[in-house]
């Protein structure tokens, strides 16, 4: 029986693998983006994925997402209604619009958090841009958003019946910058929840806070006709969904065309929040796999 080679031997030498930290830095975002693009079925199939896990094919999952914003805009139309002493039907269209518009939002923010670190088996097992990862939960609550709009076009019908216009369809565009802005939190808070693990637990007062200080339990013209602090409406205009929530019910609620300062706004804070959220993310997933090992 003749020796094995010197070849053979190294042919069959065993090779491991070992995750060390890794320099954080930005790759060529060019090809990266290809990349992203090219692996964008994989970000669909986790989110199909997603979805069928949490029973949203079923009946029941199906309506608890239209019945969840719902049943809080009618009681948050019971607490704005016993507070200010009159009845007005034309503003549950309002609550029912702003809320649902603003889970999309804050649904993509909550779920993207925790994306990235209820995926440690895929990071450290699969290659891909792992940006596709809080960018399939921004989906999933796309998907999820989706049946809400039947529901408030029943409410418009209802309440609304007068008031329909071409210019609802602008609202499409402040659709995609909420969701746009969506992603770009995901991406954010997802890199934020790998090195501190308490933000998803933070993030649920801050999201209702923000709800509180958005044009969902209010409407603009009233705010500006009460004689409040200029700090406060100044800190009002600076919300980010001020203006996207504000151009999108001016535009599907009343038929109007927003002012350009609204589209412009929208448009500079989606933009703003996505690239940062973008570039931090990719800044640092070349740690993700070391420090969820």
Do not use: C
């Amino acid at each position: 029986m003749t020796a094995p080679t010197r070849d053979t031997e190294t042919e069959f030498e065993p090779v491991y693998h070992r995750y060390g930290p890794h320099r954080a830095g930005l790759p060529p975002l060019v090809p990266y983006f290809r990349e992203l693009w090219h692996r964008r079925g994989f970000a669909a199939e986790m989110s199909r994925a997603t979805m069928r896990s949490a029973n949203v094919s079923t009946f029941f999952g199906q309506a608890w997402l239209v019945l969840n914003p719902l049943l809080l805009a009618g009681v948050y139309y019971l607490l704005v209604t016993i507070i200010r002493g009159q009845h007005d039907p034309s503003f549950f269209t309002h609550l029912t619009l702003g809320l649902f518009a603003f889970n999309l939002v804050s649904t993509s923010i909550t779920s993207g958090a925790t994306s990235v670190t209820t995926s440690g088996k895929l990071l450290i097992n699969t290659a891909f841009p792992r940006l596709l990862i809080p960018l399939s939960a921004v989906r999933t609550a796309f998907f999820r958003f989706l049946p809400t709009i039947p529901v408030y076009l029943v409410f418009h019908v209802i309440f609304l019946r007068d008031q329909w216009s071409w210019h609802m369809l602008l609202g499409i565009y402040f659709l995609a910058m909420m969701i746009l802005f969506g992603m770009g939190l995901a991406a954010f808070f997802s890199t934020l929840q790998i090195y501190f693990r308490d933000t998803s637990s933070f993030l649920p007062f801050f999201v209702r806070l923000w709800m509180y200080l958005s044009p969902v339990l209010w409407l603009p013209e009233a705010i500006f006709a009460r004689d409040f602090p200029r700090w406060m409406l100044t800190l009002i205009q600076v919300n980010p969904l001020y203006s996207m929530l504000g151009g999108y019910a001016d535009a599907i609620q009343e038929g109007l065309v927003p002012d350009l300062s609204t589209w412009v706004t929208s448009a500079a804070w989606a933009v703003g929040v996505a690239a940062l959220g973008f570039l931090f993310f990719i800044s640092r997933e070349r740690e993700f796999a070391v420090r969820l090992t």
